[in-house]
T-cell receptor, first 111, second 112 residues
Framework: SQQGEEDPQALSIQEGENATMNCSYKTSINNLQWYRQNSGRGLVHLILIRSNEREKHSGRLRVTLDTSKKSSSLLITASRAADTASYFCATDPTGANNLFFGTGTRLTVIP | KAGVTQTPRYLIKTRGQQVTLSCSPISGHRSVSWYQQTPGQGLQFLFEYFSETQRNKGNFPGRFSGRQFSNSRSEMNVSTLELGDSALYLC???????????FGSGTRLTVV
């Protein structure tokens, strides 16, 4: 299976704190993407990082990618209660034209 | 700009029946992918269509099929439903996949 794994499976923090989620994958990739899902609804695209990039920022989000270790991390700074959701990493293997999702991290931000 | 629209939102079917789910992508997006999400298996890729051609298929039995029309709208069909087919089915569209995918809200299928 090409499915990635995320760590931790669940994370609970206080509002205002930072949240870090990690993702490991198995194959070479074209890019890696992070998505958010609220309560079993559709996925919302957060950020995409290409295989030749090492770090990317978008608002309160910071993503890093280490292709030598086949791993990525998502940092959410100054978390808010509205950030409570499940977060998934997804890899786009070269030429595969589909996404392989990680197992997800359930983030709870306590007001 | 309208998002990805999936219909119906909820569906209850009986074992052995068949079901058709519909997905209307964002205007201009020619790639449509389908995913199945279950608590046990997580998010799994079903298939991807581009300009009416299936370019990729996941590891699902032949009971799962799909198609894409000339207007990029897509349908997926599941025949001879099994209890294990109960899941959230998500459709995603993209312009070229290089900029991320936009997902619909999904169709929650329950097989009883």
């Amino acid at each position: 299976s090409q499915q990635g794994e995320e760590d931790p499976q669940a994370l609970s923090i206080q509002e205002g704190e930072n949240a870090t989620m990690n993702c490991s994958y198995k194959t070479s990739i074209n890019n890696l993407q992070w998505y958010r899902q609220n309560s079993g609804r559709g996925l919302v695209h957060l950020i995409l990082i290409r295989s030749n990039e090492r770090e990317k920022h978008s608002g309160r989000l910071r993503v890093t990618l280490d292709t030598s270790k086949k791993s990525s991390s998502l940092l959410i700074t100054a978390s808010r209660a509205a950030d409570t959701a499940s977060y998934f990493c997804a890899t786009d293997p070269t030429g595969a034209n589909n996404l392989f999702f990680g197992t997800g991290t359930r983030l709870t931000v306590i007001p | 700009k309208a998002g990805v629209t999936q219909t119906p939102r909820y569906l209850i079917k009986t074992r052995g029946q068949q079901v058709t789910l519909s997905c209307s992508p964002i205007s201009g997006h020619r790639s449509v992918s389908w995913y199945q999400q279950t608590p046990g298996q997580g998010l799994q890729f079903l298939f991807e269509y581009f300009s009416e051609t299936q370019r990729n298929k996941g590891n699902f039995p032949g009971r799962f099929s799909g198609r894409q029309f000339s207007n990029s709208r897509s349908e997926m069909n599941v025949s001879t439903l099994e209890l294990g087919d109960s899941a959230l089915y998500l459709c995603a569209s993209s312009h070229a996949g290089e900029f991320g995918y936009t997902f619909g809200s999904g169709t929650r299928l329950t097989v009883v």
